[in-house]
C-alpha cells in the first residue's frame, strides 16, 4: 500500500465516562478507539501498524495488477483445499489493524472471528501477502514495521514483493518468533528467477514472472 500519512495518537475524545478514563489511557486503547471512530472518505483505508494510525489510499495501477495476478494464482492452487486467499480484509490483533493486500484463513472466515466482529484474528492467518508502494514511508511500513507486526503475531508466512528492491526481489519470510518480534528464516529471490512457498496452504505455489512482469 501507499502510505498518505501516519501519526501517533495520544488521546481521542470519545465521550468516555471519568470512570473508563484510566482504560483508555492505555495507549493501544486509545488508537483502537480511534480507529473504530474514523470515518474516511472512499478509497482510503486505516490500519494500526505498532503505535501508529496510518492511512492509505488504494494501490496505483502496478501494484493492483500484480495483486491481481497474485489473487489469480492463489485462487488456483488452493481451489482443492480448505483456506482461501482474502483481499482488504481486517486482520485484528491485541487492538491493532492490519489490512494487508492479500492473506490466505480458512475458507470459513466464521471460524476466526475477532472479539469485536471487526475482522479476522489474526491467530487463524496462515500467511500475508504485501506488494511494496513506492515512497520511503510505505516502504519502510511494509519491510520494517509490518514485517515486525506480522512476526509479533505469529502468522507464519509473510511474503513481500518489492520492485524497489534493487531490480525486484520476493522476500518469503517464514518462522515467526512473536517473542522477538522477527522471521528467523528469509529467502530472497530476484525477479527472474522463481521464489516458491515452502510451507502452509500455499505450499508450492511459485511467485514468477508471470506475476512480476511489468
Partial sequence: MTA???EQCPTVDDGLSPAAEPEVRDLDEVLWQAW??????????AE??????EVSPTGRRRHTVIINRLRRALEAHLADGDHAAY????????????????FIAPEDLDEIPDEEDLGVDASGVRAVFEVVSPGREAQARDR????????RAGIPLYVLIDDFDGDGTVVILTTPDPDKA??????R??????????????????IGEAIVRS
Fill in 48 to 53: 494500526i501498524v505498532e503505535e501508529f494510525i
Fill in 4 to 6: 498518505l500519512a501516519h
Fill in 144 to 151: 520494517k514495521r509490518k514485517r515486525r507486526a506480522y512476526a
Fill in 189 to 206: 529471490v530476484p525477479y527472474g528467477t522463481d521464489a516458491v512457498v515452502p510451507d502452509g496452504p500455499a505450499k508450492g505455489l511459485v
Fill in 182 to 187: 522477527v522471521y528467523a528464516d528469509e529467502h
Fill in 36 to 45: 473504530k471512530a474514523m470515518e474516511l472518505p472512499e478509497g482510503y483505508r
Fill in 87 to 102: 483481499q482488504d480484509g481486517n486482520l485484528i490483533y491485541r487492538r491493532k489493524v492490519w489490512i494487508p493486500d492479500l
